[in-house]
C-alpha cells in the first residue's frame, strides 16, 4: 500500500451550478511519486462550473510507517 500525502488544492469557482445537472470529469497522472488529480464540473450545456486540481507527494509503505501513518480505513470497514 502507498499513502498519500495532499500537498496543493486550487479550487476555482468560476459559476452556479445545480446539483441535478452536474458532469464530472477527471483525470489522473503520475510522475515518479507526483500524482496531480484534475476535476471538471460542467453544467447541462457543457458549461465548465468549477475547476479543481490536487497534486499529491506519495509515499511507500515504510516511509509511511516510519511517519505516523499505518492505515486508512474505508468507511464501513473494521
Known amino acids: ?13 468560476i459559476m452556479c451550478i445545480e ?6 470529469w477527471c483525470l489522473a497522472s ?3 511519486n507526483i500524482v496531480t488529480i484534475h476535476l471538471t464540473l460542467e453544467n ?5 462550473c468549477d ?15 516510519e511517519m505516523g501513518f499505518d492505515s486508512c480505513k474505508v468507511e464501513g470497514e473494521e
Do not use: C, H
Not at 499513502?3 to 476555482?12: A, D, E, H, K, V
Not at 446539483?19 to 464530472?24: D, P, Q, T, Y
Not at 447541462?44 to 465548465?48: A, F, I, L
Open 51 to 65: 475547476e479543481g486540481e490536487a497534486i499529491y507527494f506519495t509515499f511507500g509503505p515504510d516511509k509511511a510507517k
Open 19 to 24: 446539483l441535478k445537472e452536474i458532469s464530472a
Open 30 to 32: 503520475q510522475r515518479r
Open 1 to 13: 500500500m502507498i499513502s498519500l500525502g495532499i500537498t496543493y488544492l486550487p479550487i476555482y469557482y
Open 44 to 48: 447541462s450545456k457543457g458549461e465548465v
